[in-house]
């Protein structure tokens, strides 16, 4: 089988690509390598994947490809106010152009959504029928990419599954669009306490970008079309027990410094995720605890620094 994996030089794209090529199938990357992970591009070539340098917004040769993986997209949600028509363009625009290309060639689309297309929860866990109303452009583009798929699905007979991922981390997330595991993780590999914004009470649901690749070849393997599923490990966890997790494995003995709440985030989140373990038979594998060491010991191996 033939896949083409957008964005695949990125953090999520590129674990996407290296985990499906792993399992068999013959895997073409495409990405503009603008926002492109180092680590991820480094292991795609050493996989020896082709890589197509090339963006969703002007590419065409969709023809060929069993199966197209949409992973493509800016990220950053304090990015996303700022520039706004940018998000939309490059995110839901592009999401377009490859549903209708997917559509016209009859591979099945994966598109990678966000749990930021809930906006802030009335009720969790967070189900998959629960009211969408994102709060920042990132969440409006990512949701917009949803609804034109399913408007495409009707009009056009594309064939596709959403996967709305939660909080992802892992070895080769971005410094510059880094979340808040890449933030702890970085601080305490130097030795120095996690910055909090809050009172880090707040909740997330911290999955594995391994877990994510999984959920991904089993959207393929399962035969499932036209369906949204969260993918998440469907257990919260505070940011302040993350932080102190984070100081355990490092062995940072100070407290976590404890800054002024960030406007606009939301307070709690969470998944069910009952639906893909239902119809995927999708199951979290890497324990928080087990991906921290990981991050730790790759880090540590970046500075040189042992034990």
Known sequence: MRVL???GAGFIGGHVALSLAERGYEVVVLDNLERSSPLLLTRLREAGLPVLVGDVRSFHDYGGYDVVVHAAAYIDVAESVEKPVEYLENNAVATARVAKA???SGALMVYMSSAAVYGEPESLPLREDHPTRPISPYGLSKLVGEQVLH???????????????FNVYGPGQSTAYAGVVSRFVERAARGLPPVIY????????????RDVARAVHLSVEQGVSNEVFNIATGRPTTILELARLVCRLA???AEPIFERPRPGDIKHSYADISKATSLLGYRPAVSLEE??????????SAR????
């Open 102 to 104: 997917c559509a016209e």
């Open 291 to 300: 991906g921290l060491k990981e991050l730790l010991d790759l880090h540590r």
């Open 151 to 165: 408007v495409f699905a009707k009009t056009y007979g594309l064939r596709y599954v959403a996967l709305r991922l």
């Open 5 to 7: 994996v957008t964005g």
């Open 304 to 307: 040189g620094v042992t034990g």
């Open 198 to 209: 809050g009172d880090g009470l707040q909740t997330r649901d911290f999955v594995h970008v």
């Open 251 to 253: 062995g940072v003995e």
